[in-house]
T-cell receptor, first 114, second 111 residues
Framework: SAVISQKPSRDICQRGTSLTIQCQVD?????MFWYRQQPGQSLTLIAT?????????ESGFVIDKFPISRPNLTFSTLTVSNMSPEDSSIYLC???????????FGEGSRLTVL | GQQVMQIPQYQHVQEGEDFTTYCNSS?????IQWYKQRPGGHPVFLIQ?????EVKKQKRLTFQFGEAKKNSSLHITATQTTDVGTYFC???????????FGQGTELSVKP
């Protein structure tokens, strides 16, 4: 298992601004995953963050909108840039510490854009 | 692309009744996982099924993986109020790749 801390837990932001979400894991992991969960919806993978290389983005998500940093094996950030109300979602960080494909999630960052 | 469909979207039961949610994939899966998300919480891993026809139990929860590895089910016997939440299946294709989540089934339990 893994203990994952995310900050902020929630925020209310103005349209056009950017917000950076932090994810800290209590153990070293190769990959960190960023998911979006829109209200009442399922989980959609935004990107996979590897230490020492650029993140891999899924279809429909681009680096300019969701820049990701992965400075070391226990930490990552996701920035939501130039926000609009459509970006209002829960953003979740997750890891697979055992390498068996079993994901552990952070508590999530609930973002509301006005 | 690969799709994972989950039904029903909502299920309301009386405490003590059974509950089942079903998951179907458009393609053969290498494995399927189940997660539970309590209201206001984050998804929590429950189990992973890998083998064709596999059945696993966790107390009152029974998980099945179909023979063709394209469908799965989660059955809860005698629901309790602590079972409230949204249950997600998530499948990974035969070629590996990312985990695809179903839409989830939201379970409410009336005491």
């Amino acid at each position: 298992s893994a203990v994952i801390s995310q900050k902020p837990s929630r925020d209310i932001c103005q349209r056009g601004t950017s917000l950076t979400i932090q994810c800290q894991v209590d153990s070293q992991v190769t990959m960190m995953f960023w998911y979006r969960q829109q209200p009442g919806q399922s989980l959609t993978l935004i990107a996979t963050a590897n230490q020492g290389s650029e993140a891999t983005y899924e279809s429909g998500f681009v680096i300019d909108k969701f820049p990701i940093s992965r400075p070391n094996l226990t930490f990552s950030t996701l920035t939501v840039s130039n926000m609009s109300p459509e970006d209002s979602s829960i953003y979740l960080c997750s890891v697979d510490p055992g390498g068996r494909g079993e994901l552990f999630f952070g508590e999530g960052s609930r973002l509301t854009v006005l | 692309g690969q799709q994972v469909m989950q039904i029903p979207q909502y299920q309301h039961v009386q405490e003590g009744e059974d509950f089942t949610t079903y998951c179907n994939s458009s393609t053969t899966l290498s494995n399927i996982q189940w997660y539970k998300q309590r209201p206001g919480g984050h998804p929590v891993f429950l189990i992973q099924l890998v083998k064709s026809g596999e059945v696993k139990k966790q107390k009152r929860l029974t998980f099945q993986f179909g023979e063709a590895k394209k469908n799965s089910s989660l059955h809860i016997t005698a629901t309790q109020t602590t079972d409230v939440g949204t249950y997600f299946c998530a499948g990974r294709g035969n070629q590996g790749g990312k985990l695809i989540f179903g839409q989830g089934t939201e379970l409410s339990v009336k005491p």
